[in-house]
């Protein structure tokens, strides 16, 4: 998904902004633009976290209308503490108007309803303190809202829960000031101060929540260093990392973090690579081994040929994937959005439909407060928190053990996969290969000739295969000639030229004809050119010995497991007696894309695939989900939704269950909110709730989805074998 296609985000919390609060394009702002919130609590929040700034002391003491940081940090603070002070002391003075309800006498008023000369006094002294809350706590509120209120075309998309609010807090405090100039009763400004109170405290709660969830995944990720120590004329210099070019050769010492993607060319240490692949244990490391930015050096010194800097290290794609998956909302999010769209509109009908008919039966007061405990009661902000706070803390939880799932929407598929689908070679065996023999064909040919041939066309390809010719080569210390015009045969092999001659080298298959070897004990490699076959290597593969736990696993799960592989029938039957599962051979990669949409019409369900080759990238994207290990060429871990860094089979299983579980919470989640919604506004339109009431509920509510979403996708230990259960 293009990065231009994700929606623009809330400057505080980071997630993508609701449609209400999103700029019109067609609009033209009359003012600067302004930060971005996605609700009135960010806002709030967004100023609170700003440095002290000590210009424009007008501008600190304003209301926030312009949307950025107004002020230094502890002027908002002492705001809100003033209000909360402010709000308190208006409700203990206002139980002296209560006073006649607690004792058989009026002490507040006289018998013709009017108020005592010391009620009237304190009557004043109500309206001072209601009015200093209701200032320093509605302020911020009237400027977001009326903000909103200008920015939104049409207008109408500025009717939300907020504005009926602060109409209804402003129409109990006019009410209050009313009946005090009047010398009447009851007065409801300590109504006014808490609504104002408990809203902006729920808010508040709400969006440190999402800001806390949104960014813990990126704060797993250790920084490098800004500073490196490259070689520069045999000399160790200090420089800045980005000054660092692919080809330099820096040092690393005990201790240190690793400041660059490369290979180690001298030295040995361990290094702790926890941060990005979920591994516990330090990985020893020696020449030709590769290290990544941001693992940490243990104890030796390491020099590291540099292979990848800035955006293309594999901690920076991380963390570019992480901040696209933070913004793409699964469909089950777009579900309630689309409710939560209809539900505040009926719900304001609801209210105004509340308040009519109180005032049509001549009690417009009583129609005022249960309108407001209907808003109070039904504030969606639990239903918005519902998916975001569970998905995001299951790919934080994901990312701990090393698996970097690309969105919301494909944690969703995950939890409804039936059937994952396994490629062969480096998938379910070791991503190495030895040649164990290498056969000569062709009259007058050697063997080591052969091999300097077949290795160097092989350089241009990642393949396991590719890698035991290479190494094998490099073992018997053969010298590569130069080859040119190198080109991939999906399915095949690779074909290039070496002196101006073509040669191909791949399976046995690439020969066009029924070969001994599809029943080989072992898979092989042919060289061969226009005239004929020149040499035969029989290679060697282990299976990975996570393997057998991983398909025990998924059959626990209630998931089956299937091999589709591009190798002989031969060993790759072979192998799916020792794994017990089926397998198709002899598949090219358009056989595969075949056999996954057959398996996703037998099964009715979602197909997962696991891959690591060039031949899996179009099955990889094909899939519901496709799991790219970290093994994996990168145009496999570009078509794949999700990269397994651990480089673990057994992370395939975990994750499906870390995402059945986000599935249940969120389920459970939105089950809560409806219910609560829709009990909490029946009592409320009932007059059964009072608006302080209400506006706590809330507040709990809230509090209460973020505690059950802090726990989505914590299925565990690492190692934990998944329990049973079909996908929710």
């Not at 309800?101 to 009620?119: H, K, N």
Request: charged share 20%; glycine share 8%.
């Amino acid at each position: 998904m293009p990065t231009d296609a994700l929606p623009p985000t809330c400057a505080h919390c980071g997630l993508p902004l609701p449609p209400s609060r999103r700029a019109d394009p067609s609009h033209r702002p009359t003012q600067p633009p302004t930060q971005p919130f996605c609700c009135y609590g960010c806002r709030i929040a967004y100023l609170l976290s700003q440095p002290t700034r000590e210009d424009s002391p007008a501008e600190n003491l304003s209301g926030g209308g312009g949307g950025g940081p107004v002020g230094p940090a502890n002027t908002l603070l002492l705001r809100l503490g003033l209000g909360l002070f402010l709000a308190l002391n208006t409700m203990a003075f206002s139980f002296l108007f209560y006073s006649q309800e607690l004792y058989p006498f009026p002490v507040s008023t006289d018998p013709s309803g009017q108020m005592t000369a010391i009620t009237g006094l304190f009557s004043y002294l109500l309206l001072l303190l209601g009015t200093a809350a209701v200032l320093a706590l509605g302020a911020p509120l009237a400027a977001d809202t009326l903000e909103r209120v200008r920015a939104c075309r049409p207008r109408w998309r500025a009717v939300d829960a907020n504005l009926l609010i602060l109409i209804g807090v402003l129409a109990a405090y006019a009410l209050s000031a009313t009946r005090t100039f009047r010398g009447e009763s009851p007065l409801y400004y300590d109504t006014a101060a808490m609504i104002l109170v408990l809203t902006t405290l729920g808010q508040y709660l709400d969006s440190t929540a999402r800001r806390r969830v949104s960014r813990s995944a990126l704060e797993l990720l250790e920084q490098p260093p800004a500073r490196a120590w490259v070689y520069r004329d045999g000399q160790a210099i200090e420089v800045d990392t980005n000054s660092l070019a692919v080809g330099d050769e820096v040092r690393v010492r005990p201790g240190e973090t690793v400041p660059v993607d490369g290979h180690v060319i001298q030295g040995r240490s361990h290094a702790d690579e926890s941060t990005l692949t979920g591994e516990s244990r330090p990985r020893e490391v020696g020449p030709g081994d590769a290290v990544l930015a941001g693992s940490i050096n243990y104890d030796g010194s390491l020099r590291i040929v540099v292979r990848s800097i800035g955006q293309d290290r594999v901690i920076a794609r991380l963390h570019q994937l992480l901040e696209e998956a933070r913004l793409r909302q699964p469909p089950i999010q777009r579900l309630a959005d689309r409710v939560a769209a209809v539900f505040v509109p009926a719900v304001v009908l609801l209210a105004l439909a509340v308040w009519g008919y109180h005032s049509l039966h001549h009690q417009p007061t009583r129609g005022l407060f249960d309108a407001l405990s209907v808003l109070l009661i039904s504030c969606p902000c639990a239903l918005g928190l519902s998916t975001p706070l569970a998905v995001w803390n299951t790919l934080a939880r994901a990312q701990r053990l090393g698996v970097v799932i690309d969105s919301g929407a494909t944690l969703e598929r995950a939890a409804a996969v039936k059937t994952v689908l396994f490629d062969k070679t480096g998938t379910l065996t070791t991503a190495r290969m030895t040649v164990t023999e290498a056969e000569v064909v062709q009259h007058g040919l050697s063997a080591d000739h052969a091999l300097a041939i077949a290795a160097a066309i092989e350089s241009g390809t990642l393949h396991p295969a590719a890698r035991a010719i290479e190494d094998h080569a490099a073992q018997r210390h053969v010298a590569l000639p130069a080859a040119a015009d190198i080109q991939m045969l999906p399915g095949l092999g690779v074909e290039g030229s070496v002196a101006g001659r073509k040669y191909r080298v791949g399976s046995p298959r690439m020969l066009g004809k029924p070969s001994r070897d599809a029943e080989a004990p072992q898979p092989c490699v042919y060289l061969t050119s226009d005239q004929g076959v020149m040499a035969r290597f029989i290679l060697s593969e282990e299976l990975r010995p996570e393997a057998p736990d991983t398909i025990a696993q998924l059959r626990a799960m209630g998931i089956g497991a299937r091999v589709l592989t591009g190798d002989q029938p031969g060993p790759a039957a072979r192998l799916g007696q020792s794994l017990g599962v089926p397998v198709d051979a002899k598949l090219l990669p358009a056989d595969k894309l075949t056999r996954l949409e057959q398996t996703r019409a037998e099964t009715r369900g979602a197909v997962a695939m696991v891959g690591d080759g060039i031949n899996d990238g179009p099955v990889l994207a094909a899939a519901d989900v496709g799991f790219a290990l970290a093994s994996a060429t990168d145009l496999a871990q570009r078509a794949g939704h999700v990269r397994v860094l651990a480089d673990r089979l057994d992370r395939v299983p975990l994750t499906l269950k870390m995402a059945r579980h986000a599935m249940r919470r969120i389920r459970l989640n939105l089950l809560w909110s409806f219910g609560y919604n829709t009990i909490g506004i029946s009592l409320a339109a009932m007059g059964y709730l009072s608006p302080v009431f209400s506006a706590s509920a809330m507040v709990v509510s809230s509090l209460l989805i973020a505690t059950t979403s802090a726990g989505a996708g914590d299925v565990g230990p690492a190692n934990a074998v998944p329990d049973g259960g079909s996908a929710p």
